[in-house]
C-alpha cells in the first residue's frame, strides 16, 4: 500500500456493523425493547458526550477508563461511560420523582478489547431502570421478571443464572469479619474477582495487596464461597453473629421479600442464584445487585497464574495487535447486570434522594454467543434486506432495456408500498438481474418483455422454484393486477413463515420460502386473519 | 446552588430527547426507514469516532468544526462530521463494488448552535445511498424519488422544494464567465450563500474578500439568479457558448436524462426546482446535489447587514448564552441535502472509484418543523409509553394491597404479551393508582378486590369513560377469560384507531380512544381482517 494512503480500520476496539450482524442484532435489540415496553417503560436519548465534571467520582477504580474530548475551547466533555450516570443526571435535572426509562446506546471505554468475544470499547448497552420512592423490593423483584422475560425471548431458556445479592449483606459480612471500615470497598473488589480466580489467589490480594489481617480473610472466605436460594437466606439467618449486624440484618429482610415476591413472576426462582461472591465493581450500588452468566461468561483457563493479565505488548498500532480474543484466561463476562443505586441522583441534586434500581444488557456480547450458537446450529439463511420484488426486462434482438418501462413499474410498486428494486443499467443482461435478486434473496421478480407489454401484461415469477416446479417459468399478470397479486402472495408468505418459523424465541430467518406460495389458492386480502 | 453542586445540563448545542418529544421522533425515524427499506437499502453502523485522518482534507473549510478526543496514548481519533466519509471509509474496507445503504444516527459538528430550530452539535442524519458502477442518472433520479416518498409520508405535501443543480453546470459557468481554475470552489462557496444573502452581498465577497473581476463577477450574476425546471435547462442548452463548454456539456446531457427519468416517478417532477445558486459546501460533490427547504428554511430577515453573522459574545458559558434560535437571521436551513461524489471511496482506495450518490435527512430540524405545525394545529395528545393495562386493588377496612395477587395478574398478562404496570406499594390509595394510570394515558384498568377475588373475578374498567357512559364502572371479568377479554378490547381499539387516523401520513396519534370500544360486540380474534 502506498504510503500517502490512510490506514483503513475504525478505531482500535470499536467495529462496523454490517451485514448478517446487523440483521441479527436488530432483532435482539427488537426482543429487548419489546420486553421493555411490556414494562410500561418510556425511552429517552441522553448526547452520546456530558459535562465531565457529572461523570468524575462516580466509577471509582474504572475512571481511568474515560474518553475525554479534547480540549478545544468551552466545555469540558467525556463521552459516557455507561447510560446509569447520564440517567441520574437526567432525572436529578428535570426534578423528576419517578419514571420507568428504558435506552439502548453506545458507551464507551478505553479497555483492551476482545473483539470476538464482544468485549469492546465501544459497545450497546440496553438498560432499563425504575427509578422512585417506592415500597421494599417490588421494583427490585419486577427487574428480575424483566431479565427473565429478556432471556426467554431470546431463547435461552435454561441456559443462564441471575447471579445476585446484597450490597448491606456483603458489608454486613465484612464488618462482623472484622474488616475495617475504609477497606471495605476495595475488599468488595477483590471478592468480586471470585468468577475469575480461584479463593486462593483472591486472599492473597486481600492480604498482600490490600493489607488485610490474615484471620480476617479467612473469615471472609467462609462465607464469599456460598451460592444457594432461600436455604442461603436462611443459612445466613440462623448465624447469630451475622444477625446481630445492622446492615445484614437489613440486607437479609430485603432477600428474604425477594424470595416471596419472585414466587409470583413465572420462571424467576429457576433462573436466580444467590451468590456471595457477587460484589460489582461500581460504587454508587447500594442494595440488590445483579449480574447474569451464560455458558463462555467465564474464562476457560483454570490456572491461577494465567488469570493474570499479560503484560502489554509495546507494539499495539492495529486492533488485531492487542485484541485479546484468543486469550483463554478472558471470557465473554456477564451478559446483563446491574443493582440498586438510591444515592446516586442525590449526588447530583440538593433536592433528597430518588432510589433506582435497574438492569443493563450488554447487547455485543449476546449478539457474540446468539451469532455463535446459530454457526454451531447451521441456523437458516438471514436475508439482508427487504426488497420483496425485483423489476427486470428481457428481450431478443434489438432490445433497448425498456429503462422507463422498468421505473413505471416500480413506481407503481413503491407507491403501492412494496419493497422493490431494479438494476440501474439502461439495457441491463437478464443474467445480471437475476443475480442481483438471487443475491439479496428476492423472493419475486417481474419480468418485462416487449411484447407482453404490448398485451398489458407482465411476468411475475417467484425465485428459488425446482426446474420442475409447474411455475418455474412465472405467471403473465395484467399490469393493473400487479400489485394486488403481490400483495396477496406476500401475505400468503407471511403467514407461511409464521407457521414454519422456529420454536425459538428469537426469530432468526425473515422468511422461509417454501414452494406452495405460488399454487396456494387465492383468498381475498382482507379476510387473512391477522393473528 | 452550593458551588460543589456541578451543572445540571447537557453540553453546549446537545440536548436530551425524552416525552412527546422522542415519542414523535421515532415516529419520524420509522417512516423514513421505511421508505428506505421499501427501496432496497441494507443498513450498516459504524463507529461515533473514526481515526483522525480518515476525516483530513474531506470537509473543505468546515474541518474547524471537527470534534477531536483527547490524546490519552494510542491513536488519534475525532467524532464523526457526517455519515458519507464513514460510509466511503467502509466501502473501501471492504473492497465493495455496489451497496445500498442506509444509517441513522448521530453527527457532531462544534458550530454555534440553535437549539430551537434544531440547529444542533449534536444531532441526527438520516442517509440514504447508492455505490456502485451504473448508468447516467438511474441512480439519481431514484434519490429524488425516495426524497420525494419522505416528505409525502411525513404529511409534508406541497410545502417543501427539492432544489437541485449539477456540479459540472456550475464549474462549465464559472468557466465560461473567466473564472480562474484556482479560484472555482471558493467562488461557488461563495454562490451557495444566495440563500442568505442578496445578490449584491455575494458579489461584494466575490469581488472584495475572494479578488475576482468585477466583470466575471457580473457575468456569473446573469447565471447564478434562475431558476427554473426543464424549460431552465433548455435555455442553458440554446446558449452557444455554454454549450461549447465540455463541463457544461456533460451537466446539460445529465440534467436532460434525470428530466425524462423523474417523468417515470409520481409526485417528482412537481417537487424539484432546478436553481443555478445551489452550489454546496462540501468538496466532494462531483455531479447532481441536492438540497430540501421548506418555510422556515431560510432566514426572516431579509436586510443585508443584518444577514452577517454577529460579534461572538464572549461570555458564552452555557448552550442559552450562544444559542442562535432566537436570531432572525438564522434560518432552519435545509431538511435534507446530498448529491453525487464519485471520487470519495477512490480516496481510501487504492483500487478505483467506486461512484456514489445519496441523501442526507437532517431529522432535528424536521422535528422542529413537525412540532411547531402540530402545537399551531392543536394535534391530539401522545401517550408517552405503550402500557395497556395498569393492575390495582382496591379494598375497604383492613384492606391489606392484595400485592401478590396484584403481582400474579401482572404475571399473567406479561406472559400474554400484554403491557402491564402496577404501583410498586405494599398497600396503595386507589386515588394513587388511577392517578398512575391517568398519568400516562393507560387504556384499560384491572381492579382487584377481595370479594371478587374469592369468586375467581376482577373488574376491567375502560379509563376516560364519561360519567354517564353505562359501563363506567367496569365489567366483571373470570380470571382465566382475562387474557382473552383484553386481547379483544386492545384489537378493537386498535382497529378503531385506524380508522378514525388523521388523513396525513405521519400518525401522531398511538391510540385515538373512541367511547365505543367497551361497547363494540365482540368477533373472534382470528376472523379480524388485517388490513
Redesign the interface.
Known amino acids: 500500500?502506498?504510503p500517502s494512503?490512510?490506514?483503513?480500520?475504525?478505531?482500535?476496539g470499536?467495529?462496523?456493523?454490517?451485514?448478517d450482524a446487523?440483521v441479527l442484532r436488530?432483532q435482539i435489540f427488537n426482543t429487548i425493547k419489546?420486553i421493555f415496553?411490556?414494562?410500561?417503560?418510556?425511552?429517552?436519548?441522553?448526547?452520546?458526550?456530558?459535562?465531565k465534571?457529572?461523570l468524575t467520582g462516580k466509577y471509582g477504580e474504572d475512571s481511568k477508563l474515560i474518553?475525554?474530548?479534547?480540549?478545544?475551547g468551552?466545555?469540558l466533555?467525556s463521552?459516557r461511560y455507561d447510560l446509569t450516570v447520564p440517567f441520574a443526571?437526567?432525572v436529578?435535572?428535570?426534578g423528576l420523582q419517578q419514571i420507568?426509562r428504558y435506552h439502548i446506546a453506545?458507551v464507551?471505554r478505553?479497555d483492551q478489547p476482545a473483539v470476538a468475544k464482544g468485549r469492546m470499547r465501544?459497545f450497546y448497552q440496553c438498560d432499563f431502570d425504575?427509578a422512585?420512592t417506592?415500597?421494599a423490593m417490588?421494583?427490585d423483584?419486577?427487574i428480575i421478571?424483566v431479565i427473565v422475560?429478556v432471556f426467554e425471548a431470546l431463547g435461552w431458556s435454561g441456559r443462564y443464572t441471575i447471579k445476585m445479592n446484597h450490597r448491606k449483606i456483603l458489608d454486613g459480612i465484612f464488618q462482623v469479619c472484622g474488616v475495617p471500615e475504609d477497606k471495605i470497598r476495595s475488599i468488595s473488589s477483590a471478592v468480586d474477582k471470585l468468577d475469575k480466580m480461584p479463593w486462593a489467589d483472591v486472599r492473597k490480594e486481600m492480604v498482600h495487596e490490600k493489607g488485610l489481617a490474615e484471620d480476617v480473610a479467612d473469615k471472609i472466605g467462609e462465607w464469599v464461597v456460598l451460592k444457594g436460594g432461600k436455604d442461603l437466606l436462611e443459612k445466613l439467618q440462623s448465624d447469630a453473629s451475622l444477625a446481630a449486624n445492622e446492615s445484614m440484618s437489613q440486607g437479609m429482610a430485603d432477600m428474604g421479600l425477594l424470595f416471596?415476591?419472585l414466587?409470583?413472576?413465572?420462571d424467576t426462582l429457576d433462573a436466580v442464584s444467590f451468590d456471595l461472591s457477587l460484589a460489582r465493581g461500581l460504587d454508587y450500588y447500594t442494595g440488590i445487585i445483579y449480574e447474569v452468566v451464560t455458558e463462555g461468561s467465564a474464562p476457560k483457563a483454570e490456572g491461577t497464574e494465567a488469570a493474570k493479565p499479560k503484560d502489554k505488548k509495546k507494539k499495539?498500532?492495529t486492533s488485531e495487535d492487542d485484541d485479546r480474543s484468543d486469550d483463554p484466561t478472558v471470557g465473554v463476562g456477564s451478559v446483563a447486570a446491574g443493582g440498586r443505586y438510591d444515592n446516586l441522583v442525590g449526588m447530583?441534586?440538593?433536592k433528597g434522594q430518588i432510589p433506582c434500581v435497574g438492569i443493563s444488557f450488554g447487547v455485543d456480547r449476546i449478539y457474540s454467543i446468539t451469532k455463535a450458537r446459530m454457526a454451531a446450529e447451521k441456523a437458516a439463511e438471514v436475508r439482508?434486506?427487504?426488497?420483496d420484488v425485483y423489476v427486470m426486462a428481457f428481450g431478443g434482438k434489438g432490445f433497448d432495456g425498456l429503462?422507463?418501462e422498468r421505473?413505471?413499474i416500480c413506481?407503481q410498486l413503491?407507491?403501492a408500498?412494496?419493497?422493490?428494486?431494479l438494476?440501474?443499467?439502461?439495457k441491463p443482461k437478464l443474467q445480471a438481474q437475476f443475480k442481483a435478486a438471487e443475491l439479496?434473496k428476492i423472493p419475486f421478480a417481474v419480468i418485462l418483455g416487449q411484447e407482453e407489454l404490448i398485451a398489458g401484461q407482465v411476468r411475475l415469477k417467484q425465485m428459488g422454484l425446482s426446474e420442475s416446479h409447474p411455475e418455474k417459468e412465472g405467471t403473465l399478470i395484467a399490469i393493473t393486477d400487479l400489485v394486488d397479486e403481490i400483495r396477496r402472495r406476500l401475505?400468503q408468505m407471511k403467514r407461511l413463515d409464521h407457521l414454519t418459523q422456529s420454536a425459538s424465541g428469537l426469530r432468526v430467518v425473515d422468511g422461509v420460502r417454501g414452494e406452495d406460495v405460488a399454487t396456494t389458492t387465492a383468498e381475498p386480502?382482507?379476510?387473512?386473519?391477522?393473528?
Open positions: 500500500m502506498a494512503k490512510v490506514d483503513l480500520k475504525t478505531p482500535k470499536t467495529r462496523d456493523w454490517d451485514g446487523i436488530e419489546t415496553e411490556r414494562h410500561g417503560a418510556v425511552t429517552i436519548d441522553t448526547p452520546v458526550f456530558e459535562l465534571e457529572i474518553y475525554d474530548l479534547a480540549d478545544q468551552g466545555e466533555s463521552l443526571r437526567y436529578a435535572q428535570n420507568r453506545k464507551y478505553r465501544e425504575i422512585g417506592y415500597d417490588i421494583p423483584a419486577e421478571k422475560s416471596e415476591y414466587e409470583c413472576y413465572k499495539g498500532k447530583f441534586s440538593g439482508p434486506n427487504k426488497t429503462l422507463k421505473m413505471r413506481d413503491w407507491e408500498g412494496i419493497s422493490t428494486e438494476l440501474h443499467k439502461a439479496s401475505d386480502t382482507t379476510t387473512i386473519p391477522s393473528a
